[in-house]
């Protein structure tokens, strides 16, 4: 099992910044992707950005030029600087990862942080 715990959201002016945190922990073998999806009431989870073990990125077109997705060295920690930040950006942010046991590979999530931009 692995746990993500996510810190940072907030209410925030329109213009502002925020940056997001997420830890995994547990019983961690090797962790591939980590990212950020965001979701509003009846509406569809959608991807913010995601980064690989690698490094390499990928971001919703909404937020390109805005956020910036980045994993710390030892890659089970994964960050989400948002800037000019939008009405539009209110949602509950959710950390993901996909972790490989060794076997198989797992997605987990986190418990979700508000982040309320106001016009």
């Known amino acids: 099992q692995v746990q993500l715990v996510e810190s940072g959201g907030g209410l925030v002016q329109a213009g502002g910044s925020l940056r997001l945190s997420c830890a995994a922990s547990?019983?961690?073998?090797?962790?591939?992707?980590m990212g950020w999806y965001r979701q509003a009431p009846g509406k569809q989870r959608e991807l913010v950005a995601v980064?690989?073990?690698?490094?390499?990125?990928n971001y919703a077109d909404s937020v390109k030029g805005r956020f910036t997705i980045s994993r710390d060295n030892t890659k089970t920690t994964v960050y989400l600087q948002m800037n000019s930040l939008k009405p539009e950006d209110t949602d509950v942010y959710y950390c993901?990862?996909?972790?490989?046991?060794?076997?198989?590979?797992?997605?987990?999530w986190g418990q979700g942080t508000q982040v309320t931009v106001s016009s």
């Open positions: 993901y990862c996909r972790h490989y046991s060794g076997a198989w590979l797992t997605d987990y």
């Open positions: 547990g019983n961690i073998f090797r962790i591939m992707d």
């Open positions: 980064i690989n073990s690698g490094g390499s990125t």
